[in-house]
């Protein structure tokens, strides 16, 4: 009876062990071998440079931080545009995987340094890359940290893809476009509700478009800026919301015939 009471207290102190640090020893060493591999690829790049003083090289926080940013690498991108590249890759890649706030910043960075074109083209791939790779890291890690952090988020988010099974496209796409639920959100939580990745996929590439074309034009005259909130007037707003009310349409239909 003794030993029955003693491994009762036991797994409740687990399960609380468990509530208060979801993840296991497992799950941790899957998550830092991403980091490791991301941080090898910052490393090689590095490697690649010349020697010089890089002390400006920092995640952006302000407008200030991304002027500063913008100035010094405009000379690098030019001799050493490969390294450019594959250095500001890797990092949205890992920013957007592990939802590092300031992706904005990124994308505002990507217009100054490489203009509408290239820059668009290279924030959508970055974009998608990094969702997918945040999608996939949290269908192998991510449940316990989905139900810990957003629980009444989740619950919410579950029923409207439920009931959305038909047209599941056309709402992640509404989603996408219109800041309904935040992308970091959508991208973590999106593997534990069961959508599957080529639906995930084509929403996140296609859906972005509207909101890095604004971001990355804004770059171009990234002077001019004096606030994140001047890149979305009233227009720009309404016209997102436009686009996902035109995507989500054929739901809407469909529902109205049922």
């Not at 090689?44 to 920092?58: E, I, R």
């Not at 534990?192 to 909101?211: C, E, K, Q, S």
């Amino acid at each position: 009876m003794e030993k029955s009471d003693e491994r009762l207290v036991c797994d409740v102190k687990l399960s609380e062990s468990t509530s208060k640090f979801p993840l296991t020893l497992w799950e941790i060493s899957a998550a830092s071998g991403v980091v490791i591999a991301y941080a090898l690829g910052l490393l090689g790049v590095y490697l690649t440079m010349p020697s010089s003083d890089y002390s400006f090289l920092k995640l952006p926080r302000t407008l200030e931080d991304l002027q500063i940013l913008r100035d010094h690498l405009e000379s690098y991108t030019s001799d050493y545009t490969v390294q450019v590249l594959v250095g500001y890759s890797v990092v949205y890649i890992f920013m957007q995987t592990f939802m590092i706030p300031g992706t904005v910043f990124m994308s505002l960075l990507a217009g100054a340094l490489f203009g509408v074109l290239r820059g668009l083209a290279l924030v959508l791939f970055t974009a998608t890359a990094g969702a997918s790779s945040c999608y996939f890291l949290s269908k192998l890690i991510g449940r316990p940290l989905v139900f810990s952090m957003w629980p009444d988020k989740l619950t919410f988010f579950q029923a409207q893809v439920a009931k959305r099974r038909q047209n599941l496209l056309n709402y992640m796409l509404f989603l996408r476009v219109t800041p309904t639920l935040p992308n970091t959100f959508i991208n973590v939580a999106s593997p534990i509700v069961d959508i599957p990745y080529h639906i995930f996929f084509l929403a996140t590439f296609i859906g972005l478009i509207p909101a890095a074309f604004v971001t990355v034009r804004a770059g171009i005259a990234l002077g001019e800026l004096r606030s994140i909130g001047d890149l979305y007037d009233f227009q720009s707003i309404v016209t997102l919301f436009l686009i996902g009310i035109i995507s989500i349409t054929p739901t809407l239909m469909n529902k109205n015939k049922t």
